[in-house]
């Protein structure tokens, strides 16, 4: 029954992690844009 769960719910914790990781860098990369953002306009100003 395990690799039955585990090849009907991929989303168990095995294939997530590739994902979760993704969308971490996807997150530093717009917090550091909106950061980058700030600076140039105080910089502007």
């Known amino acids: 029954m395990s690799g039955k769960s585990d090849n009907q719910t991929p989303q168990d914790g ?5 994902s979760a990781s ?5 997150t530093v ?3 550091l844009a909106v950061v ?3 600076i140039a306009s105080m910089g502007r100003s």
Do not use: N
């Not at 095995?14 to 590739?18: D, S």
């Not at 993704?22 to 996807?26: C, D, M, N, R």
């Open 29 to 31: 990369a717009s917090i």
């Open 14 to 18: 095995h294939e997530p992690r590739p």
């Open 36 to 38: 980058a953002a700030l």
């Open 22 to 26: 993704l969308v971490a860098a996807l």
